[in-house]
């Protein structure tokens, strides 16, 4: 019999005629049985152990990762109050609306305390734009007042302002001498606040 790598057509088709049904049928079976073995268990063995390994890894990384995240979750929790607090007491500094209506008045108040006499007082348009998100809820006014009393009494009405709990801002400040008392000085100060805009909830 011609080796194999040496048979013709002829000679595929004189083979094909002298087999047997029934060999045929254990041909067939044992290709099933070779494709059985090759897919079920050879390929998940050498080809797709590659991916599992690849995928086991990646679900390792990512286990390392989450308790990671859970480790810091204490700290995270304690900055999260913390910001929060932070943000409460930085609204509850803001003035509501219509309420710089009074504020005229807690100057006043500020500059006797100090013993400061306010001799003007005007509130001014505040030409600016406070940048977005800001401007869509909150509003910028200013104030200029004109003010006297000495030097020392004068930084403790600085002082008083600074340390309001409401939101103060000193935006420029210029003090001179009286002419007519050494001892006394005059002061032009524009003072800038921030308020919440109408129908937006402190």
């Known amino acids: 019999m011609k080796?194999?790598?040496?048979?013709?057509?002829?000679?595929?088709?004189?083979?094909?005629?002298?087999?047997?049904?029934?060999?045929?049928?254990?041909?067939?079976?044992?290709?099933?049985?070779?494709?059985?073995?090759?897919?079920?268990?050879?390929?998940?063995?050498?080809?797709?152990?590659i991916d599992v390994r690849q995928?086991?890894?990646?679900?390792?990384?990512?286990?390392?990762?989450?308790?990671?995240?859970?480790?810091?979750?204490?700290?995270?929790?304690?900055?999260?109050?913390?910001?929060?607090?932070?943000?409460?007491?930085?609204?509850?500094?803001?003035?509501?609306h219509g309420e710089t209506s009074r504020l005229l008045g807690v100057i006043s108040k500020l500059a006797g305390e100090s013993?400061?006499?306010?001799?003007?007082?005007?509130?001014?348009?505040?030409?600016?734009?406070l940048p977005e998100p800001f401007a869509k809820q909150y509003q910028a006014e200013l104030y200029d007042l004109t003010v006297e009393g000495n030097y020392h009494d004068m930084g403790n009405f600085i002082a008083h302002l600074e340390s309001y709990p409401k939101m103060l801002r000193i935006r420029s400040f210029r003090i001179s001498p009286r002419t007519d008392s050494p001892k006394a000085c005059v002061a032009e100060v524009t003072l800038s606040v921030v308020s919440f805009k109408e129908g937006v909830p402190p």
Do not use: N
């Open 115 to 129: 013993k400061v006499g306010i001799i003007a007082s005007q509130p001014k348009v505040f030409e600016g734009k």
């Open 55 to 96: 995928q086991i890894r990646d679900h390792q990384g990512r286990i390392l990762i989450a308790q990671g995240q859970m480790r810091k979750k204490p700290e995270w929790l304690k900055q999260k109050e913390e910001y929060r607090k932070f943000i409460l007491d930085s609204k509850g500094r803001i003035y509501g």
């Open 3 to 49: 080796p194999i790598r040496q048979w013709t057509k002829a000679d595929i088709i004189d083979f094909y005629k002298k087999v047997d049904k029934k060999t045929w049928l254990r041909i067939a079976g044992l290709a099933v049985g070779a494709a059985v073995i090759l897919f079920g268990m050879i390929w998940p063995a050498w080809i797709s152990r």
